[in-house]
């Protein structure tokens, strides 16, 4: 903003009582310029094919909140919650049995987070659906006791297909996070006469979610967007209602964009929860918290006009 | 630094249980053999400092006196019991995390890379061991805490975080961190070394404040000023063994062994 090398004046610039301040003319950045007008004009081809296309976009705002649309939408939102209750759950459970000193709870943690992260989950989720084949009959002796395909339903189906390979993805996003504190801060917690469990929980944990948290953002999205997958195992979620609606209303290519614009908005919330999330565990590792978006966006407006960019 | 503050008129409580005793202690980590039989005595209410060149075994050894490291061989005991084990006629028993735990209450340690909890603030910090292992209330935590914080001298920085106060700071922190839970022995590790120079009197104030309480202290430390005002014994090591040992003054004026002499030339 300003090339002033003036220590005693500041920016405002009365007339300097020592050196003279540096008045150079800053230098134009034509490239810039150029590069600005090129992206605008194929931003704007790429609108306006959209905008010739034989896509009715009325459809889609009276679609929008539509019954069938919202109930999808929630559904979608049931299953990433859970799922990812699942994954996280079982992926803390699966870091601490591949931490564990104990050969057998390690190697067994080692295999689940090869098999469930070297297949697909599309093939994890057909192949649940199909356990009938092996398993005619689920008992669980007096408490539960039925048909495989009565007991898998799709909801089921979809909850432990997406829930336990996430687990795998989160074990390892976990055991790096714990892996990540220092040993030191085992040490003096231990010195200071605190149980494993509770080194753990109160020193240990709390520093890794810093590392924790924002690969676990991530992994909701991905989850909310992958939730999408489950329509092959005939469970009605978002884009399953979506394209129900488009074979019926005759405008299927419209409920896709739909489901798309549903989509971006919920990962975009999401986006805002994990910011401050990340913000909360961040506290005493920074010595000032990190701006939130509102200031952000304002710090980033102001740079804007600044000629040589700016770096907020 | 420079002020001599008079020798605490009671240098040590006489009783008759040494406050930490080793006999033919071994510690080897795989083939490295760090410790190679180590016996010394420290008294009740005494100040005792390990010094020596890095790599002789003095961390390593303050680190086995609250069973960070287990020993290999020897015996060590600490107020009159065997640390890390229990004696039943000529069978030693392995004592249970939670047994170990228990015994670690009572013995501060302080390091030299200080080892704050960075989420927590300095007041945190201290009340965190007295509310979590002893169940106290935390409304006497703190007060506590605030008692402890202004002792070491930062009473005005109970709310900040550690990655807001300067080496000196934290290391003063954590000393109060430790004496929060009343221990009746302090061990510290090289507390100063990862400090600037300028930051090091404040926490050898500190230091000598504790000693002058009749605290037990065992310090590894690179201070010879320090070792020489306030030790009430001293112990050279170098290579895993004891090579010298005595009166601070005695030791560090006049050593009777050429590599103390070699080694005491070089830091004084």
């Not at chain 2, 080892?115 to 935590?141: C, D, W, Y």
């Not at chain 2, 700071?169 to 961190?177: D, L, P, W």
């Not at chain 2, 895993?240 to 030791?251: A, C, F, I, L």
């Amino acid at each position: 903003m300003t090339v002033d090398t003036d220590k005693t004046t500041g920016p405002a610039g009365t007339p300097p009582a020592g050196p003279e301040a540096i008045k150079a003319i800053p230098v134009r950045h034509y490239g810039r310029y150029v590069s600005a007008v090129i992206a605008l004009a194929l931003l704007g081809g790429v609108v306006y094919a959209f905008s010739q296309g034989k896509i009715e976009w009325d459809a889609i705002p009276n679609y929008f909140f539509d019954d069938r649309i919202l109930d999808g939408v929630g559904k979608t939102l049931l299953l990433t919650v859970l799922a990812m209750a699942i994954g996280i759950v079982g992926g803390i459970l699966l870091a601490v049995m591949r931490l564990s000193k104990n050969p057998v709870t390690s190697s067994i943690a080692w295999f689940y987070i090869w098999f469930f992260r070297g297949t697909p989950v599309l093939v994890q989720l057909i192949v649940w659906f199909n356990l009938g084949l092996v398993f005619e009959y689920i008992n669980l002796g007096p408490f539960y006791k039925d048909e495989w395909s009565d007991f898998m339903t799709p909801f089921l189906t979809a909850l432990l297909g997406l829930g336990l390979n996430e687990a795998a993805y989160m074990a390892e996003i976990c055991r790096a996070g714990l892996l990540s504190v220092d040993e030191g801060q085992t040490e003096a917690s231990h010195a200071l006469g605190m149980s494993h469990a509770k080194t753990l929980r109160r020193i240990v944990i709390p520093q890794a979610m810093r590392v924790i948290v924002p690969p676990t953002g991530n992994e909701v999205i991905n989850m909310l967007k992958t939730t999408s997958l489950v329509s092959v195992v005939q469970y009605p979620e978002l884009l399953r209602a979506a394209q129900d609606i488009g074979q019926t209303s005759g405008a299927p290519a419209e409920m896709l964009f739909l489901a798309a614009a549903w989509y971006l908005l919920l990962t975009s919330v999401f986006s805002v929860g994990q910011y401050y999330l990340e913000r909360y565990y961040a506290k005493g590792s920074t010595r000032q918290l990190p701006p939130t978006p509102l200031q952000k966006i304002k710090a980033n407006l102001l740079s804007l006009g600044r000629p040589n960019g700016g770096t907020a | 630094m420079t002020d001599k503050l008079a020798k605490k008129d009671t240098p040590a409580k006489d009783t008759t249980v040494p406050m930490v005793k080793a006999e033919g202690v071994h510690k080897s980590f795989g083939q490295v053999e760090v410790l190679k039989g180590i016996d010394l005595e420290v008294k009740q209410g005494e100040v005792f400092c390990l010094i020596g060149p890095s790599g002789s075994g003095k961390s390593t050894f303050l680190r086995c006196i609250n069973h960070l490291e287990k020993i290999n061989a020897g015996r060590l005991y600490v107020d009159g019991e065997l640390v890390g084990y229990r004696q039943k006629g000529d069978k030693l028993y392995e004592l249970k995390d939670t047994e170990v735990a228990l015994k670690r209450r009572d013995i501060g340690m302080v390091f030299q890379r200080f080892n704050l909890f960075p989420h927590m603030t300095a007041l945190e910090n201290i009340i965190e061991a007295p509310v979590q292992v002893k169940g106290q209330n935390k409304a006497q935590a703190k007060e506590r805490a605030m008692q402890l914080l202004e002792r070491v001298g930062l009473a005005d920085k109970a709310a900040n975080y550690p990655s807001q106060l300067s080496g000196g700071q934290q290391q003063r922190v954590a000393i109060a961190r430790a004496l929060a839970m009343e221990p009746k022995l302090m061990l510290f590790d090289e507390p100063t070394s990862a400090l600037d120079p300028e930051l090091v009197g404040d926490v050898l104030d500190v230091m000598r404040d504790l000693a002058q309480s009749g605290m037990t202290m065992v310090v590894v430390t690179h201070e010879m000023g320090f070792a020489r005002e306030v030790g009430d014994s001293l112990v050279f090591m170098d290579g895993g063994v004891v090579v010298e040992s005595g009166n601070p003054r005695d030791v560090l004026t006049d050593p009777q062994h050429e590599r103390t002499k070699a080694f005491l030339s070089k830091v004084l």
